[in-house]
T-cell receptor, first 116, second 113 residues
Framework: DTGVSQDPRHKITKRGQNVTFRCDPI?????LYWYRQTLGQGPEFLTY????????KSRLLSDRFSAERPKGSFSTLEIQRTEQGDSAMYLC??????????????FGSGTQLSVL | AQSVTQLDSQVPVFEEAPVELRCNYS??????LFWYVQYPNQGLQLLLK??????LVKGINGFEAEFNKSQTSFHLRKPSVHISDTAEYFC???????????FGTGTSLTVIP
């Protein structure tokens, strides 16, 4: 168990540029979540995958955001035409279908995005 | 829909004193309840969770929480805090397996030497 890893740890970009983040979940976990966290707030749900299927997407997520998990393993989150309001910590979490009765999320350390 | 309210944004407490971090939730269905901790520059870690059964749940690092259905609360307690407990604490709920988690805004616990 190497934990959930996210890359990069930090990303600074100019407004209008596209950015892509990667998440590698714990290997046997079939569920993967993306959350966004801003200063002074709790994590806010963005989207959720079970294996390669994207099962849920927050209504707050604009069409500039897209996530994929092509082979049911790692996932990418892309933000197109970034805006200053996209500046936040982007968190990835994974969990296992074997955790019956209530999931335990394992979080990565996050990618801190700063849009200038 | 579900929501979580953490009533205290910041809680300072002296070392070895007891502490309670408050969490109230709102839901039209049964939920599972969690407390997560985020140490500086680290990812969130699970402290404890309530699924069913005994309303008093014990977690790591000496923390415990009590589920109160009538008051829709899930307060976190520790009888004697240490400097190393300084961190951000998040209460969370989920309707169940495969659903999203709803997090509170967090409580910053600062332990004063």
């Amino acid at each position: 168990d190497t934990g959930v890893s996210q890359d990069p740890r930090h990303k600074i970009t100019k407004r209008g540029q596209n950015v892509t983040f990667r998440c590698d979940p714990i290997s046997e976990h079939n569920r993967l979540y993306w959350y966004r966290q801003t200063l002074g707030q709790g994590p806010e749900f963005l989207t959720y995958f079970q294996n390669e299927a994207q099962l849920e997407k927050s209504r707050l997520l604009s069409d500039r955001f897209s996530a994929e998990r092509p082979k049911g393993s790692f996932s990418t989150l892309e933000i197109q035409r970034t805006e200053q309001g996209d500046s936040a910590m982007y968190l990835c979490a994974s969990s296992s279908f074997r955790d019956r009765g209530g999931e335990k999320l394992f979080f990565g350390s996050g990618t801190q995005l700063s849009v200038l | 829909a579900q929501s979580v309210t953490q009533l205290d944004s910041q809680v300072p407490v002296f070392e070895e004193a007891p502490v309670e971090l408050r969490c109230n939730y709102s839901s039209s269905v049964s939920v599972y309840l969690f407390w997560y901790v985020q140490y500086p520059n680290q990812g969130l870690q699970l402290l404890l969770k309530y699924l069913s059964g005994s309303t008093l749940v014990k977690g790591i690092n000496g923390f415990e929480a009590e589920f109160n259905k009538s008051q829709t609360s899930f307060h976190l307690r520790k009888p004697s805090v240490h400097i190393s407990d300084t961190a951000e604490y998040f209460c969370a709920v989920t309707p169940g397996t495969g659903n999203q988690f709803y997090f509170g805004t967090g409580t910053s616990l600062t332990v004063i030497p």
